[in-house]
């Protein structure tokens, strides 16, 4: 079904060229249409034109139309991305403050080694997050922005990794009859890059969070609100086959801890093809987060949606 796109974004273009189909435009002052679903990114990844590629991409597969918009801080500035971009394409979150969503999605930070309140955007993020609780059916929240909200609602820790947990790796699901693993086989692999992790001993001491699927390596993969309103996916399910090797080739020489990313090249060998064994879940995983939970109409009863 098509995904609708603010009009004249590149990314329109770019997964057009990679033969996306359903990718369409909509004018920045167009009436809502109650046809589709509503969902916002909170973008704060510092490559923020790959990242609304990687996201438009997952969720274009999606049996459903949907609008995706873009929200911004006021407290943050950009230092990757440009100021006229964002201001074509992205709207702040107090603009949006009296708008309804059906879904969001807030992304991670490459701000992992800070503590929470140093973070300059902090007091806003938090209050974005409070916000969403009245204003959003589902979110999904990612990397270290799953981390930030597992602190922000529970109080839940994040704690400092020995070495970056970097690579794809096999994944098992606590339930696979829970609704968002319709139709997951056993095991899945999910793309892994971060410097911290949340422990499994403070989630199962949390009331009201579940852990939904962990990986004997990486850890603690997904978790969900005991409510299944808000999920939190410490991984990347989003991510082209590329990006783990675009991360490895960026770091390589100017930092001293890093390695190859783990189960990626085959043997080992950083100058052959990985190969992308996640997409499939990926897709899966998004689709089901949007037909039982973005369009649950269960949820209207807390919000005003």
């Not at 796109?5 to 033969?19: D, S, V």
């Not at 409070?130 to 704690?159: N, P």
């Amino acid at each position: 079904m098509p995904i609708y796109l603010p009009e004249g974004i590149p990314a329109i273009q770019t997964l057009r060229y990679e033969h996306v189909d359903g990718i369409e435009g909509y004018g920045r002052d167009c009436a809502r249409r109650e046809d589709l679903l509503h969902i916002v990114v909170l973008n704060l990844m510092p490559k923020k034109e790959e990242t609304e590629c990687d996201l438009a991409r997952v969720l274009a597969y999606s049996s459903h139309k949907i609008e995706l918009s873009f929200m911004k801080l006021r407290s943050h500035t950009s230092k990757n991305t440009t100021a006229e971009h964002l201001e074509r394409f992205y709207r702040y979150a107090d603009e949006l403050a009296d708008e309804h969503f059906d879904g969001m999605i807030v992304t991670g930070a490459p701000v992992e080694t800070i503590a929470y309140e140093e973070v300059d955007y902090w007091r806003e993020l938090t209050a974005i997050m409070d916000w969403a609780h009245s204003h959003v059916r589902s979110t999904l929240y990612l990397c270290w922005g799953a981390m930030a909200a597992l602190y922000h609602f529970y109080g839940i820790s994040k704690y400092l990794l020995p070495a970056k947990r970097f690579g794809v790796f096999t994944v098992t699901p606590a339930d696979l009859h829970h609704p968002i693993f319709s139709g997951f086989d056993d095991t899945f692999s999910m793309p892994n890059s971060r410097h911290t992790e949340i422990r499994r001993p403070d989630i199962e001491h949390t009331e009201g969070v579940d852990i939904l699927a962990e990986s004997a390596e990486a850890g603690l993969c997904i978790c969900a609100s005991r409510q299944h309103r808000d999920f939190y996916v410490l991984g990347h399910f989003e991510y082209p086959v590329w990006t783990l090797g675009d991360e490895y080739r960026r770091d390589l020489g100017k930092r001293d801890d890093v390695n190859l990313p783990q189960h990626y090249y085959p043997n080992d060998d950083p100058s052959a093809q990985p190969h992308c064994n996640w997409r499939a879940a990926a897709t899966l995983f998004y689709n089901n987060w949007i037909n039982h939970y973005v369009c649950r109409q269960e949820a209207d009863e807390n919000i005003n949606v």
